[in-house]
């Protein structure tokens, strides 16, 4: 199957910093990617869609100017946590879709927990 | 709109018990239907799913029905085991070319021996 990656897996920062996360498609081209946020014991919530060459399309409620995603290319989309705060602390995930006809198939990254101190 | 509501957990099995794990969604159209697996400490994993009314999916012993009359996509598995621990999450997507997947809020399954 299709395989996605994430960089960093974990990653601690302080209060004010800012922080990339990487979501790369390793064998597949991916024209959508989508960024999702997981607090503990609860469900997946989209927070973005990301399709290459074009701006995000940000969920109601996500600040884009704090969330800042970029699609560069089709095997790679990026998300930036901006001036993180403790409450930004989450598990963040991304998911790469390979289009084709009515297949809209999803393949998971394993994710970045993010820590806020 | 869209949404995907599942049984609340935890769900607490024997191992060899059999597991159901009720998922049923609202959507427009013909949505396709996942379950998703999530081990402690790892991203989501496929664990099956279905394109259509009546299809059914499976993988290492679970299954579900597509059940368009009852808006239904039901977990099973007849014996579980200590290894089947994890969450799961039932989830749509639209057959709309890059849509996102609707999740619904996750069974957490503890297996004992």
């Known amino acids: 199957g299709a395989v996605v990656s994430q960089h960093p897996s974990r990653v601690i920062c302080k209060s004010g910093t800012s922080v990339k996360i990487e979501c790369r498609s390793l064998d597949f081209q991916a024209t959508t990617m989508f960024w999702y946020r997981q607090f503990p014991k609860q469900s997946l919530m989209l927070m973005a869609t990301?399709?290459?060459?074009?701006?995000?399309?940000?969920e109601q409620g996500v600040e884009k100017d704090k969330f800042l995603i970029n699609h560069a290319s089709l095997t790679l989309s990026t998300l930036t946590v901006t001036s993180a705060h403790p409450e930004d602390s989450s598990f963040y995930i991304c998911?790469?879709?390979?289009?084709?006809?009515?297949?809209?198939?999803?393949?998971f990254g394993p994710g970045t927990r993010l820590t806020v101190l | 709109g869209n949404s995907v509501t599942q049984m609340e957990g935890p769900v607490t099995l024997s191992e060899e018990a059999f597991l159901t794990i009720n998922c049923t969604y609202t959507?427009?159209?013909?949505?396709?239907l996942f379950w998703y697996v999530q081990y402690p400490g790892e991203g989501l994993q496929l664990l099956l799913k279905a394109t259509k009314a009546d299809d059914k999916g499976s993988n290492k012993g679970f299954e579900a029905t597509y059940r368009k009359e009852t808006t239904s996509f039901h977990l099973e598995k007849g014996s579980v085991q200590v290894s089947d621990s994890a969450v799961y999450f039932c989830?749509?997507?639209?057959?709309?070319?890059?849509?996102?997947?609707?999740f619904g809020k996750g069974t957490t399954l503890s297996v004992s021996s």
């Open positions: 990301s399709n290459e060459g074009s701006k995000a399309t940000y």
């Open positions: 989830a749509l997507s639209r057959h709309q070319a890059g849509t996102a997947l609707i």
């Open positions: 959507a427009t159209g013909y949505p396709s």
């Open positions: 998911s790469a879709t390979v289009t084709s006809g009515r297949n809209n198939e999803q393949f």
